[in-house]
């Protein structure tokens, strides 16, 4: 059974940065696609970004640019480096692990809060 840890939330003024991280344990790590997903107040769960492979990379629109998904593949932890950050990026981020055979995102963290406030 796939398990994940986020840490690093918190909160932060406009403009500032915020790195991310996620354990992963339980499998393999590089049979999994890892992404970061993100939940705002009020609304729903939304996709943020994506790594395959550890070289193919994903992001929604709005943070392209600003964030940045990497992987380390030895140590098995997946980081959202998120730069230039907006009151708009506030929400609870969720890391989130799928096989690399399936679509859907099967294994999913606890949750960090990250707050962007001046």
């Known amino acids: 059974q796939v398990q994940l840890v986020e840490s690093g939330g918190g909160l932060v003024q406009p403009g500032a940065s915020l790195r991310l991280s996620c354990a992963f344990s339980?499998?393999?790590?590089?049979?999994?696609?890892m992404g970061w997903f993100r939940q705002p107040p009020g609304k729903e769960r939304e996709f943020v970004a994506t790594i395959r492979g550890g070289t193919t990379t994903g992001y929604t629109d709005s943070v392209k640019g600003r964030f940045t998904i990497s992987r380390d593949n030895a140590k098995k932890t997946v980081d959202l480096q998120m730069n230039s950050l907006k009151p708009e990026d506030t929400a609870v981020y969720y890391c989130?692990?799928?096989?690399?055979?399936?679509?859907?995102?099967?294994?999913w963290g606890q949750g960090t809060q990250v707050t962007v406030s001046s």
């Open positions: 989130a692990a799928k096989s690399i055979w399936t679509a859907r995102y099967d294994y």
């Open positions: 339980g499998r393999t790590f590089s049979g999994y696609d």
